[in-house]
């Protein structure tokens, strides 16, 4: 579904990723980790087209995303969960749901929406502001599919939560892939990262290190941990 080729980026002068190569198939969830400044969150934006210094090649579904802005690579299906949660404050949950505009090629019903988070359904005529921080969570990634994005990117989408709405990202995570959704996520916590994805990429200083499956990071845990420096 999405191939990264030969994928460098730079800030400036500064080269943060260097010749990153990936694919992910349709329905899989995939996680980067890597220590702080490894470049996962460059490569994420990269594959959504928020990054312009950059070269290599992206393609979604054999088609060439390369040239095209980010609202174009959303109409593909492409969906940014921003980690800043980035709902309209003061509108109630079923407004922040209905209210984005459909892009992408499979818009979730609302119905499919509250039946997959019953959470928010309970929350439905909260404004967004009233929200815990893992109702936001799940309220980011429920507007993505709302508009119809077929592969999630997500950065981080467990920093700062406590570890029961940890647990309840990762049960959202579970429902997206089971109604078919790919994801591709930056993710610190392996614990969690094994719970939710079938695969890992390690990335250091801008390369894919070590691509692993559930089986060999839980065997590796410690040493792994260990060069995360967690
Ligand atoms: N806007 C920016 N301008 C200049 N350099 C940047 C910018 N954003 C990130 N960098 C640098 O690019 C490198 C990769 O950053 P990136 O955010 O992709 O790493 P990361 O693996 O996601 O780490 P983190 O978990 O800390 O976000 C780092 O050295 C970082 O300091």
Known sequence: ???????SAWYGEAQVL??????IDA?????????????????????MGLHAGRSGTITLD??????????R??????????????AYATLSVTENLTLPPKVGPDPWPLERVYEAF???????????????GGEQQMLALARVLRMGARLLLCDEPTEGLSPLLVGQVGEILRQAKQHGVTVLLVEQN?????GVADRHYLLAEG?????????EVRSRERELLSYLGI
């Open 1 to 7: 579904m999405l191939r990264v080729d030969d994928l």
């Open 18 to 23: 260097r010749g990153v190569s990936l694919t």
């Open 27 to 47: 329905g899989e969830v995939v996680t980067l980790v890597g220590r702080n400044g490894a470049g996962k969150s460059t490569l994420l934006r990269c594959v």
């Open 62 to 71: 054999g088609r060439d995303v390369d040239r095209l802005p980010a609202h």
């Open 73 to 86: 690579r959303a109409r593909l299906g492409l969906g940014w969960v921003p980690d800043d949660r980035g």
């Open 118 to 132: 019953p959470a928010l359904y309970a929350r439905r005529d909260s404004a967004a502001t009233q929200l815990s």
């Open 190 to 194: 392996l614990h969690f990262a094994t």
């Open 207 to 215: 390369r894919i290190v070590e691509a692993m499956d559930n089986s």
